[in-house]
């Protein structure tokens, strides 16, 4: 099974809102990614968690702030976000970031907007 | 250096015919490329991958083709059907363990 999942499905969320997503595995990967996608673009890279500790942050505005409470849960915490952050929020995880681990699956998305 | 260039932006082909997609990179480091499928509203799904040391690696209907001199690497979809129809993006994992995607190629396959 490779299943990443992801709650809620759509979010739409005032400039002054605080919400959450949710990303979750049950595949035992210690790697954890968030990923931004804007239409017709390829996915790019926000955040990676090795083994529930930050490993990179893209130089991500910290109205989002990434939180890893255990191997299998991945959150993303949103707050005064703007309207160009509206795009399809992917999570996604992989067995480890070293190795010959590299497999990266990806969840169905959060469809966020802004308004 | 660390881009990946993906060709054709699109693609029609007609049921049955054989799609083939592009992707060259500059990074010799580079040590796995994966080759993702996206249908609209979904996340991308992993559909085949390869390491630099093969030259070739066929699943079902789909191929990864691998120039290590010539630094590209092809995907080739074999009697394509209008359930292909989708989004193509081919990445690189750089050493820091980053996958670097290609722009993606839509693909349109015609009954």
């Known amino acids: 099974d490779t299943e990443v999942t992801q709650t809620p499905k759509h979010l739409v969320m005032g400039m002054t809102n605080k919400k959450s997503l949710k990303c979750e595995q049950h595949?035992?990967?210690?790697?954890m990614y968030w990923y931004k996608q804007k239409a017709k673009k390829p996915p790019e890279l926000m955040f990676v968690?090795?083994?529930?500790?930050?490993?990179i942050n893209e130089s991500v505005p910290s109205r989002f702030s990434p939180e890893c409470p255990n191997s299998s849960l991945l959150n993303l915490h949103l707050h005064a976000l703007q309207p160009e952050d509206s795009a399809l929020y992917l999570c996604?995880?992989?067995?480890?970031?070293?190795?010959?681990?590299?497999?990266?699956?990806f969840g169905p998305g959060t469809r966020l907007t802004v308004t | 250096q660390q881009q990946v260039k993906q060709s054709p932006q699109s693609l029609i082909v007609q049921k049955g015919g054989i799609s083939i997609i592009n992707c060259a990179y500059e990074?010799?480091?580079?040590?796995?490329f994966p080759w993702y499928q996206q249908f609209p509203g979904k996340g991308p799904a992993l559909l085949i991958a390869?390491?630099?040391?093969?030259s070739e690696k066929k699943e079902g209907r789909f191929t990864i083709s691998f120039n290590k001199s010539a630094k590209q690497f092809s995907l080739h979809i074999m009697d394509s059907q209008p359930g292909d129809s989708a989004t193509y993006f081919c990445?690189?994992?750089?050493?820091?363990?980053?996958?670097?995607f290609g722009q993606g190629t839509e693909l349109s396959v015609k009954p």
């Open positions: 990445a690189a994992r750089n050493q820091g363990g980053k996958l670097i």
């Open positions: 996604a995880s992989s067995r480890d970031i070293a190795g010959n681990s590299y497999e990266q699956y």
């Open positions: 390869i390491r630099p040391d093969v």
């Open positions: 968690y090795s083994y529930e500790k930050l490993s």
């Open positions: 990074n010799t480091a580079f040590d796995y």
């Open positions: 595949m035992g990967h210690r790697a």
